[in-house]
């Protein structure tokens, strides 16, 4: 009968961890559909080559999954997205450049050319963001996507105060290449 009992509690156990799990990747899922487009920005921001990108999202993925029972909520969720993105992202490079030296053969063939004057500035914008390091890099990329000055330092671990500083010294940075 104590034998039966124990079998009985452990089924118990096991079915609502089971159903604990589930529910835990619905909701991962639910999260992950709200906020691709903000992942996917952030790892075009970091590479031009889709296959780049998509080890990128699927490196952000897997990181935000690991994360995932361990967020506490102290932050948004779409700050504590924003920051593992740009975290992986950064890791991702650093790790990249380390590796490998590569040489880039540029080629004066665009075939996504495009004749309008705001795709142009566009390109040219995202261009100039490219040069720039990985930290203003992101620190732009944030600003450019609406995020508030609070919002940019707790995503980047930096204070309010910094976050204006280095944006003045971001634009004038993409200023003066755009003078050049």
């Not at 919002?151 to 940075?173: P, T």
């Amino acid at each position: 009968m104590c034998s039966f009992l124990w079998q009985e509690l452990s089924n118990r156990r096991n079915n609502q961890d089971r159903i604990k799990m589930e529910d835990k990747e619905k909701e991962f899922t639910r999260i992950v559909h709200e906020h691709k487009s903000r992942i996917y920005t952030v790892c075009y921001m970091f590479s031009d080559d889709s296959d780049q990108v998509a080890d990128l999202f699927q490196e952000i993925l897997i990181n935000l999954w690991k994360g995932f029972s361990g967020f506490r909520g102290d932050s948004s969720i779409s700050t504590w997205i924003w920051r593992i993105s740009l975290n992986t992202c950064i890791n991702a490079l650093k790790k990249k450049v380390r590796s490998l030296e590569t040489v880039r053969l540029n080629m004066d063939i665009d075939p996504y050319e495009d004749v309008d004057e705001e795709a142009l500035q566009i390109r040219q914008l995202h261009k100039r963001i490219n040069q720039l390091g990985l930290i203003d890099r992101s620190i732009i990329l944030l600003w450019l996507e609406g995020l508030s000055y609070d919002e940019i330092a707790a995503i980047m671990g930096i204070s309010v105060k910094n976050v204006s500083v280095k944006l003045v010294r971001i634009r004038e940075k993409l200023k003066n290449m755009s003078n050049k």
